[in-house]
């Protein structure tokens, strides 16, 4: 079976770090991506990991583990225009042609 | 600009009355894909495309159809639709289907009455 996993909803102020988790169990792996969406708009690319470890990007890091099934993205500065929905995405088996498996999303409210 | 367009953004229909909402993309990107979005339940895929006349069933197909005759334009086709098929939908490219990132349209919003 498929399954993503990620709290529904985080709270944070402005100028914290905040580092929002993702466990995924899937029938196969060929890389997680991180997307950004903000209410009523598209989603956007983030980040993408396949191998262990962490991938920097300015303020957004995100990190794999795959022995543990488990991402997460951290956020770092936090500002206001930060409030959005994070979504995890698992690429799976490369045999099949759904392309992304997403999560449920995590919306994060940062407050001042 | 690189982009995916997609129409109209917003509407509002009845139960049964057939309607067409278009996705074009100016990337030559060959993979595309259409996904809905309800609250609750996250984007879920209805239907993907990797090339020119080779479509294939997502998660979510049923009452939904598509074609992609070019390379640019994916649309999604619904023959009778019905109130549960009320969601925002988004269409979304990528170079191939595997590591590239889905570059996402803006989303169309549809409430079927």
């Known amino acids: 079976g498929q399954n993503i996993d990620q709290p529904t909803e985080m709270t944070a102020t402005e100028g914290a770090i905040v580092q929002i988790n993702c466990t995924y169990q899937?029938?196969?792996?060929?890389?997680l991506f991180w997307y950004q969406q903000h209410a009523g708009e598209a989603p956007t690319f983030l980040s993408y990991?396949?191998?262990?470890g962490l991938e920097e990007k300015g303020r957004f890091s995100s990190f794999l583990s795959r022995s543990k099934g488990y991402s997460y993205l951290l956020l770092k500065e936090l500002q206001m225009k930060d409030s959005a929905s994070y979504l995890c995405?698992?690429?799976?088996?490369?045999?099949?042609?759904?392309?992304?498996?997403f999560g449920k999303g995590t919306t994060l409210s940062v407050s001042s | 600009e690189a982009q995916v367009t997609q129409n109209p953004r917003y509407l509002i229909t009845v139960t049964g009355k057939k309607l067409t909402v278009t996705c074009s993309q100016n990337?030559?990107?060959?993979?595309m894909s259409w996904y809905r979005q309800d609250p609750g339940l996250g984007l879920r895929q209805i239907y993907y495309?990797?090339?020119?006349?080779?479509?294939d069933k997502g998660d979510v197909p049923e009452g939904y159809k598509v074609s992609r005759k070019e390379k640019r334009n994916f649309p999604l086709i619904l023959e009778s639709p019905s109130p549960n098929q009320t969601s925002l939908y988004f269409c979304?490219?990528?170079?191939?289907?595997?590591?590239?990132?889905?570059?996402f349209g803006p989303g169309t919003r549809l409430t079927v009455t």
């Open positions: 979304a490219s990528s170079k191939q289907r595997g590591t590239y990132e889905q570059y």
């Open positions: 899937t029938s196969g792996f060929n890389g």
């Open positions: 990991n396949v191998l262990d």
């Open positions: 995405a698992v690429r799976g088996p490369s045999q099949a042609g759904t392309a992304l498996i």
């Open positions: 990337m030559n990107h060959e993979y």
């Open positions: 495309s990797m090339n020119v006349e080779v479509t």
